[in-house]
């Protein structure tokens, strides 16, 4: 999961870099946001991990007669802890939670400019957003 981060991370920043993307700068507009926060899910599914960190970057472009930005975005979240219960038979037993979601959104955003000093937008788009859990106790996962 880190691994992926760092290479979306290198693959955005090099293209800061890039002949080909510094022309286009004269010609399109767009904004690359990096984001680092707390990804709250639904306790009843994902106690006692409900809280993650979550870690992604957002970007979105267009043309100066576009009338919306493509947006772009991956963002994933990860927590983990070891639990320890009460098991019939063997008694108090310790084992680790692991949780990961990773989220891809495609979509388009209306920009519209109030001031020079803020912007506000519109967003519309698909998702493909994965969960898991994994528990291992005793040696075994599931």
Avoid: C
Wanted: glycine share 10%.
């Amino acid at each position: 999961m880190k691994r992926s981060m760092f290479v979306v991370f290198l693959f955005v920043f090099a293209l800061l870099f890039t002949s080909g993307f510094t022309y286009a700068a004269d010609e399109f507009s767009g904004n690359i946001n990096f984001l680092m926060g707390v990804k709250a899910l639904a306790e009843d599914d994902w106690e006692p991990i409900e809280s993650q960190t979550q870690y992604g970057v957002n970007l979105d472009f267009g043309g100066p007669t576009w009338p919306v930005h493509l947006d772009l975005a991956y963002l994933s979240s990860s927590d983990d802890m070891d639990a320890t219960e009460y098991v019939s038979g063997y008694g108090y037993v310790t084992g680790n939670i692991k949780a990961t979601t990773t989220e891809l959104r495609l979509g388009g955003k209306y920009l519209s400019s109030y001031s020079p000093t803020m912007t506000g937008y519109f967003a519309l788009g698909v998702a493909s957003i994965t969960g898991e859990i994994e528990v291992s106790v005793l040696g075994m996962s599931a």
